[in-house]
């Protein structure tokens, strides 16, 4: 019997490798194809498979570009132009969550529904897409991906203020123009990013912020999508984007996916408000910084089975309701505008007398709007190029060498040559379009050749408009030994002679890796000369500030006033962990500062174990096994499986005396329900990780999870310490699988049959049957067959460890005498 293929959700926030990765499973399969967001990502991963595999083995295929040699295994576009009649062994589609997207979202929830490979498929995105996944497509497998760093909130700075290294999001042109003139006169020049520019002058525009030739770029929100860039943080100029329709809040998620640009592999990134931007929410800030947004309810959907008798049938199948929950019916966009326009033009009714002259009219209406004049400019040239196309027809060459040679001029400013540059995109994209054009291989070169020259001179314009050059270099300045000349802004840039050789992270300096031949010592001495004065100032602040002030990451780093200022270390005891000041000079008033404050989390998010261990530790009543119980949980941080404790076959006494500090004595672990809260349970992970020295570290599971399949290298006391117990190959909450077991328990007395059983604890553990059944074994049920009903689940009898207390009602320690007790009280 035939293995069903993989399908796959690799879910997680920005940093998290997940398209790397699946471009390497892609390549390990026989044959390929992954959608793209965006024509510039396309072209950025066909770079890349192209230099891996060779350019005879990798197509490119976008709305405007198309480059297929003669038998290519790997096929890389955007997502609107894969060719899904390809038989291909991997499919990936990147960004799923985008099937919420107002314009483009239809097309990604089609890819969602029906889109796969026939050995593996992969979705990509956020994890807030899960849930929507789960609905429509049962049979997935879940990995997700924790972020390799820290995002922090660093508060509101001025334009002139802001760290080098910075992107400063606008969402219009003229907010992005003007914001690029005000860092141009203060602090030297940007670089300028829109999602109207074409994909060269972007990574033109892109390759003099990565070189270094700048220090910040100004983009609206198209940097969110995917543009990996060297950027440590990230400045919000506004709340509000237009969505086509009308202006909007951002979203915690839209928020999210920008600011996670800050922050680069294991480099740690900080977003915060610049410009007139209000503060942000405390509650948006921890949702951004934890990455946990409200899950994507409804998917985008338009209908797919479209009918061409007529337009105006073709206009109700466009406008067919959608079919279940959970799916809308997307709003219409310049498609169907262009249509319902058209269909009340008795012209452009004329021609159309066949299905395929509908079929081809409704393709000419999906021309992309890349000039973004008005929708009637749109329709028009859509019904230009419609009455060409009409009965067979072909855009003749004199029509296509006039329109090219208009626009084929590389004079003029930053909004004509834009202009010029919308309208050429255009007929690039008319002459990709199968028999849209007399001559589609000629056109396509020369419009592609025109829309290069354009894209260049924009670059230039854009260059010359927004960036002045460097006058002066730091290694003169070092050589010579002028120390004097250093200083320091407000965002912490250090600069000697005006040219910048690092910042001061909380009491850190960190050298500018661009300032290359330059000795670290030498380089350090420049800094601490004129530092110290600041270095104290700060001190003296940290001492100061209130215990909100401070914050702990999940990678165990402390922050504050937007710098890592320590590290959680081991310490002599797994519950008691030692603060690292990070700081180039030792201080020891802070460091206490910071381990009063370590001290302080713990013991109001550990309160019942740590109460528990001094009174283990200490002269309490605790004596004998209880006390060895107490000690064992200690070292455990708050689980132990009851297979590890030597107990004696009636524990009643042991179960009162703890009963106090509220451990719980499961039919498997024995643990504190109190620990099971998600701040408790995630500052158990940190503690974990950081006892048991994890490189890198474990990443805790999501706060509200209750189950979810374990990662094989996710090390079971880890999730035992983040309150999960590992079955099956899942790991399930353990105060769930207690509530699991009674539900067995339940359904053994009356006297369900198996399906029933088997569909109910799938939906319990959010899970598939398959997943369900390996958990009902490994707890010890068996399926079995009845006489004459149908099959059902038993209970088989266990063998038990000599020192394991027998299941009898009398026994205070079972779970349903602890419940009537916990009644009682």
Same mark, same amino acid.
């Given at each position: 019997?035939?293995?069903?293929?993989?399908?796959?959700?690799?879910?997680?926030?920005?940093?998290?490798?997940?398209?790397?990765?699946?471009?390497?499973?892609?390549?390990?399969?026989?044959?390929?194809?992954?959608?793209?967001?965006?024509?510039?990502?396309?072209?950025?991963?066909?770079?890349?498979?192209?230099?891996?595999?060779?350019?005879?083995?990798?197509?490119?295929?976008?709305?405007?570009?198309?480059?297929?040699?003669?038998?290519?295994?790997?096929?890389?576009?955007?997502?609107?132009?894969?060719?899904?009649?390809?038989?291909?062994?991997?499919?990936?589609?990147?960004?799923?969550?985008?099937?919420?997207?107002?314009?483009?979202?239809?097309?990604?929830?089609?890819?969602?529904?029906?889109?796969?490979?026939?050995?593996?498929?992969?979705?990509?995105?956020?994890?807030?897409?899960?849930?929507?996944?789960?609905?429509?497509?049962?049979?997935?497998?879940?990995?997700?991906?924790?972020?390799?760093?820290?995002?922090?909130?660093?508060?509101?700075?001025?334009?002139? $203020?802001?760290? $080098?290294?910075?992107?400063?999001?606008?969402?219009?042109?003229?907010?992005?123009?003007?914001?690029?003139?005000?860092? #141009?006169?203060?602090?030297?020049?940007?670089?300028?990013?829109?999602?109207?520019?074409?994909? *060269?002058?972007?990574?033109?525009?892109?390759?003099?912020?990565?070189?270094?030739?700048?220090?910040?770029?100004?983009?609206?929100?198209?940097?969110?999508?995917?543009?990996?860039?060297?950027?440590?943080?990230?400045?919000?100029?506004?709340?509000?984007?237009?969505?086509?329709?009308?202006?909007?809040?951002?979203?915690?998620?839209?928020?999210?996916?920008?600011?996670?640009?800050?922050?680069?592999?294991?480099?740690?990134?900080?977003?915060?408000?610049?410009?007139? /931007?209000?503060?942000?929410?405390?509650?948006?800030?921890?949702?951004?910084?934890?990455?946990?947004?409200?899950?994507?309810?409804?998917?985008?959907? *338009?209908?797919?089975?479209?009918?061409?008798?007529?337009?105006?049938?073709?206009?109700?199948?466009?406008?067919?309701?959608?079919?279940?929950?959970?799916?809308?019916?997307?709003?219409?966009?310049?498609?169907?505008?262009?249509?319902?326009?058209?269909?009340?033009?008795?012209?452009?009714?004329?021609?159309?007398?066949?299905?395929?002259?509908?079929?081809?009219?409704?393709?000419? /209406?999906?021309?992309?709007?890349? #000039?973004?004049?008005?929708?009637?400019?749109?329709?028009?040239?859509?019904?230009?190029?419609?009455?060409?196309?009409?009965?067979?027809?072909?855009?003749?060459?004199?029509?296509?060498?006039?329109?090219?040679?208009?626009?084929?001029?590389?004079?003029?400013?930053?909004?004509?040559?834009?202009?010029?540059?919308?309208?050429?995109?255009?007929? @690039?994209?008319?002459?990709?379009?199968?028999?849209?054009? =007399?001559?589609?291989?000629?056109?396509?070169?020369?419009?592609?050749?025109?829309?290069? $020259?354009?894209?260049?001179?924009?670059?230039?314009?854009? %260059?010359?408009?927004?960036?002045?050059?460097?006058?002066?270099?730091?290694?003169? %300045?070092?050589?010579?030994?002028?120390?004097?000349?250093?200083?320091?802004?407000?965002?912490?840039?250090?600069?000697?002679?005006?040219?910048?050789?690092?910042?001061?992270?909380?009491?850190?300096?960190?050298?500018?890796?661009?300032?290359?031949?330059?000795?670290?010592?030498?380089?350090?001495?420049?800094?601490?000369?004129?530092?110290?004065?600041?270095?104290?100032?700060?001190?003296?602040?940290?001492?100061?500030?209130?215990?909100?002030?401070?914050?702990?990451?999940?990678?165990?780093?402390?922050?504050?006033?937007?710098?890592?200022?320590?590290?959680? @270390? $081991?310490?002599?005891?797994?519950?008691?962990?030692?603060?690292?000041?990070?700081?180039? @000079?030792?201080?020891?008033?802070?460091?206490?500062?910071?381990?009063?404050?370590?001290?302080?989390?713990?013991?109001?998010?550990?309160?019942?174990?740590?109460?528990?261990?001094?009174?283990?530790?200490?002269?309490?009543?605790?004596?004998?096994?209880? #006390?060895?119980?107490?000690?064992?949980?200690?070292?455990?941080?708050?689980?132990?499986?009851?297979?590890?404790?030597?107990?004696?076959?009636?524990?009643?006494?042991?179960?009162?005396?703890?009963?106090?500090?509220?451990?719980?004595?499961? #039919?498997?672990?024995?643990?504190?329900?109190?620990?099971?809260?998600?701040?408790?349970?995630?500052?158990?992970?940190?503690?974990?990780?950081?006892?048991?020295?994890?490189?890198?570290?474990?990443?805790?599971?999501?706060?509200?999870? @209750?189950?979810?399949?374990?990662?094989?290298?996710?090390?079971?006391?880890?999730?035992?310490?983040?309150?999960?117990?590992?079955?099956?190959? *899942?790991?399930?909450?353990?105060?769930?699988?207690?509530?699991?077991?009674?539900?067995?328990?339940?359904?053994? %007395?009356?006297?369900?049959?198996?399906?029933?059983?088997?569909?109910?604890?799938?939906?319990?553990?959010?899970?598939?049957?398959? =997943?369900?059944?390996?958990?009902?074994?490994?707890?010890?049920?068996?399926?079995?067959?009845?006489?004459?009903?149908?099959?059902?689940?038993?209970?088989?009898?266990? *063998?038990?460890?000599?020192?394991?207390?027998?299941?009898?009602?009398?026994?205070?320690?079972?779970?349903?005498?602890?419940?009537?007790?916990?009644?009682?009280?």
């Amino acid at each position: 019997m035939a293995l069903s293929p993989k399908i796959t959700a690799l879910l997680g926030p920005t940093n998290t490798g997940k398209t790397h990765f699946a471009i390497e499973r892609m390549l390990a399969h026989r044959s390929g194809m992954i959608g793209l967001p965006l024509r510039l990502l396309a072209r950025e991963v066909y770079d890349r498979v192209a230099r891996l595999k060779g350019a005879n083995e990798v197509a490119l295929v976008t709305g405007e570009e198309k480059i297929v040699p003669k038998a290519p295994r790997f096929w890389v576009c955007t997502v609107q132009a894969m060719p899904l009649d390809i038989r291909i062994a991997c499919l990936v589609i990147d960004e799923i969550q985008l099937c919420n997207d107002p314009e483009r979202g239809h097309v990604f929830t089609d890819r969602l529904l029906h889109a796969r490979g026939e050995e593996e498929t992969l979705f990509l995105g956020s994890e807030s897409m899960r849930g929507l996944i789960q609905k429509f497509v049962p049979k997935t497998w879940f990995d997700t991906r924790p972020r390799f760093s820290d995002l922090a909130y660093a508060g509101a700075r001025k334009l002139t $203020r802001l760290p $080098r290294r910075s992107a400063i999001v606008g969402f219009s042109a003229e907010d992005v123009y003007s914001i690029a003139d005000i860092i #141009r006169r203060q602090r030297g020049g940007a670089a300028v990013v829109l999602g109207a520019l074409s994909p *060269r002058t972007r990574n033109a525009q892109v390759a003099l912020y990565q070189s270094g030739d700048v220090d910040f770029l100004v983009a609206t929100d198209a940097i969110g999508m995917g543009l990996n860039m060297d950027v440590d943080h990230v400045a919000f100029a506004g709340r509000e984007k237009f969505d086509g329709h009308r202006p909007r809040a951002l979203r915690a998620d839209e928020i999210g996916q920008i600011a996670g640009r800050a922050g680069r592999w294991k480099s740690d990134g900080t977003f915060g408000v610049t410009a007139d /931007c209000e503060q942000f929410e405390e509650e948006l800030i921890n949702r951004v910084e934890s990455h946990r947004y409200e899950p994507v309810r409804v998917a985008q959907w *338009r209908n797919a089975a479209l009918d061409f008798t007529s337009v105006p049938r073709l206009i109700e199948s466009l406008e067919a309701p959608a079919p279940e929950k959970g799916l809308a019916r997307a709003r219409a966009a310049s498609d169907i505008i262009a249509l319902k326009a058209l269909a009340e033009d008795g012209e452009a009714m004329a021609p159309l007398t066949s299905r395929a002259e509908v079929a081809r009219f409704w393709e000419v /209406c999906q021309l992309p709007d890349f #000039r973004k004049l008005s929708s009637d400019e749109h329709v028009k040239l859509v019904k230009n190029f419609a009455a060409f196309l009409a009965s067979g027809g072909a855009i003749p060459n004199d029509w296509m060498g006039r329109q090219v040679a208009r626009l084929d001029e590389s004079l003029g400013d930053v909004a004509t040559l834009s202009g010029r540059l919308a309208h050429i995109r255009t007929l @690039t994209y008319v002459a990709n379009r199968p028999g849209w054009t =007399e001559d589609s291989a000629h056109w396509r070169s020369v419009t592609r050749a025109v829309e290069d $020259r354009l894209s260049d001179a924009l670059h230039e314009s854009l %260059t010359q408009r927004f960036i002045d050059r460097r006058t002066s270099i730091l290694l003169k %300045t070092l050589r010579d030994e002028d120390f004097a000349a250093l200083t320091l802004d407000d965002s912490g840039a250090v600069a000697v002679g005006g040219e910048s050789i690092g910042r001061l992270d909380g009491l850190s300096f960190v050298p500018d890796p661009r300032a290359k031949g330059i000795h670290g010592r030498t380089l350090r001495a420049a800094a601490f000369k004129g530092l110290e004065g600041e270095i104290a100032r700060r001190t003296v602040r940290l001492l100061a500030t209130e215990d909100r002030g401070i914050t702990l990451s999940e990678h165990g780093k402390l922050w504050w006033d937007g710098a890592i200022v320590g590290m959680v @270390t $081991r310490g002599p005891s797994p519950l008691s962990p030692r603060v690292t000041l990070v700081a180039d @000079t030792p201080n020891p008033a802070v460091e206490a500062k910071l381990q009063s404050w370590l001290d302080g989390r713990l013991e109001v998010r550990l309160a019942p174990l740590l109460t528990l261990k001094r009174d283990a530790e200490g002269s309490s009543e605790l004596s004998g096994m209880a #006390r060895g119980v107490a000690h064992q949980l200690a070292e455990s941080f708050g689980v132990v499986s009851r297979k590890d404790l030597a107990l004696p076959d009636r524990i009643g006494l042991i179960v009162k005396l703890l009963r106090p500090y509220g451990v719980w004595f499961g #039919r498997r672990e024995v643990w504190l329900p109190k620990l099971l809260r998600p701040d408790a349970a995630q500052l158990g992970a940190l503690l974990w990780n950081v006892w048991n020295k994890s490189s890198p570290f474990h990443a805790s599971p999501a706060p509200g999870l @209750t189950s979810f399949p374990a990662e094989r290298d996710a090390p079971r006391a880890f999730l035992r310490a983040a309150g999960f117990e590992v079955v099956a190959g *899942r790991a399930i909450r353990l105060d769930m699988l207690e509530r699991l077991q009674d539900e067995l328990e339940k359904a053994l %007395t009356s006297g369900a049959d198996a399906e029933t059983l088997l569909t109910r604890i799938a939906s319990f553990l959010g899970s598939s049957r398959e =997943e369900a059944s390996a958990v009902l074994t490994k707890l010890g049920w068996k399926l079995v067959e009845v006489k004459d009903a149908a099959p059902v689940y038993r209970k088989q009898p266990l *063998r038990r460890p000599r020192s394991a207390p027998p299941e009898t009602k009398a026994d205070p320690s079972s779970p349903f005498a602890q419940l009537a007790a916990l009644k009682r009280r």
